[in-house]
């Protein structure tokens, strides 16, 4: 046995220890076993972790957004709490603010006066609502399509006269020159056919009859007409009534009052007065306008040239003798002249005769075929004086078509001054 120099017996003298110790062969089957163990348990924990998330992430995120962006929820109209809160601060600023008489507030006084102009107002205008109507233009000649009458519009009229054996309607249009058959709708919901009696091409005015025959015993009995003023006495800051479609919509309501009664609407040998209102109107609107009696004071038709937005309307007193010859058939003479009135003032001031002065003159009539020029002042027609518009026409109304007539006029010379010249005109019917 070797010795170290330590002293220990050295391991060379014990051959066996030297021997190499052989790796143990590798089990696979369980190193397969542990693989899918800890597969299994991946899968496990997994599935576990995933839906934590999915519980809990979501209302986390939400309750990140709503605190970072203060979301609120649109509500389309207020809830009925809050319009009882509303209605609740309005009462509450009207009584505050209305002052105490003789110790007593007056807001219960205040409620009953609104109250009583909504009822006089409706009041007012009940009959003549009645009396308001619809009228259908239709063609003579079927649609190609649906085998229908061919529409040429509608417009809304009122009954003016109601006398033993029919209705009268007058309706203002442009609309409806090409119209063959009409139709007239009551605001009983009663259809019938109507007559057409006259139309006036200068105004845009017609007037139908429709029959007794042609309507229910009822309809007779409970459409009645709208009274027409008799006399032009409406001044300004009078209460008015708009009834009819003044706004644009069907059966419209509107009150307000008189702000001007000084325009006209000029139309060849005609100068009607024009009623403005502070009333918001419609350019497609159209109705009556009412005094607080229920009487019709206008018909309300807008101008082309009218820039504004308010209700205007055609006195009706100025229109009585026109609507009565027209529900009569009667002609409608025709010269052709658009003037104005000189009056006492301007004649004086001015130094210029009294009569009609003439703006202008319309292509291819009767006056300009006879030599009438613009600034001819008329003073007579037919022999008879005339000192204002209103008697040019009524006189010219009283003549028959396809007479000749002597127009009178001054006409001013080189030399500055007026001289009479006498024209002969042929009347006719526009």
Not at 85 to 92: A, G, N, P, V, Y
Not at 129 to 142: E, F, H, M
Not at 189 to 205: H, N, P, V
Not at 244 to 251: E, K
């Amino acid at each position: 046995m070797t010795k170290r120099n330590d002293g220990k017996t050295s391991s060379e003298n014990y051959p066996f220890i030297k021997e190499t110790i052989k790796e143990r062969p590798t089990d696979r089957k369980l190193l397969i076993r542990k693989f899918l163990t800890a597969a299994a348990c991946g899968v496990i924990f997994g599935g576990c972790a995933a839906g934590t998330i999915t519980v809990f992430l979501p209302g986390t995120i939400r309750s990140l957004w709503d605190s970072s962006e203060q979301h609120t929820d649109v509500t389309l109209a207020p809830s009925v709490t809050a319009m009882a809160d509303e209605d609740h601060t309005k009462e509450k600023s009207v009584t505050e603010t209305v002052p105490e008489v003789n110790g007593t507030t007056t807001e219960n006084s205040l409620d009953e006066s609104t109250e009583t102009w909504s009822d006089q107002v409706r009041e007012a205008a009940k009959v003549p609502r009645k009396a308001l109507v619809r009228i259908a233009a239709l063609g003579t000649d079927s649609g190609l399509l649906d085998d229908s009458f061919l529409k040429y519009g509608e417009e809304e009229g009122f009954v003016f006269l109601k006398n033993a054996d029919a209705f009268y309607i007058m309706t203002y249009s442009d609309k409806m020159n090409e119209a063959g058959t009409f139709q007239v709708t009551f605001s009983n919901g009663d259809m019938a056919d109507a007559q057409l009696c006259k139309k006036d091409i200068r105004t845009g005015f017609y007037v139908f009859r429709v029959p007794f025959t042609e309507v229910k015993s009822s309809t007779q009995n409970d459409i009645p007409e709208a009274a027409l003023v008799a006399e032009d006495d409406t001044e300004q800051m009078d209460p008015v009534i708009a009834v009819g479609s003044p706004t644009g919509d069907y059966d419209s309501l509107v009150s307000g009052t008189i702000t001007s009664t000084t325009g006209s609407m000029k139309i060849a040998d005609e100068e009607y007065g024009m009623l403005t209102t502070d009333m918001v109107g419609s350019d497609e609107g159209g109705g009556l306008l009412l005094n607080m009696e229920g009487e019709v004071i206008g018909i309300i038709c807008n101008q082309e040239s009218d820039n504004s937005s308010v209700i205007r309307a055609v006195e009706v007193a100025q229109l009585r003798p026109l609507l009565e010859g027209m529900a009569n058939g009667a002609d409608i003479c025709y010269i052709g002249i658009q003037g104005a009135t000189i009056s006492k003032y301007q004649s004086e001031n001015l130094n210029i005769p009294r009569g009609v002065y003439v703006d202008s003159v319309e292509e291819e009539s009767p006056a300009m075929t006879a030599g009438v020029q613009s600034a001819d002042i008329v003073h007579a027609l037919n022999g008879e004086e005339i000192t204002s518009m209103n008697e040019y026409s009524a006189v010219l109304q009283n003549q028959i078509v396809g007479s000749r007539v002597k127009l009178e006029v001054y006409r001013k010379n080189p030399y500055g001054t007026y001289v009479n010249v006498e024209l002969n005109i042929v009347i006719k019917e526009k």
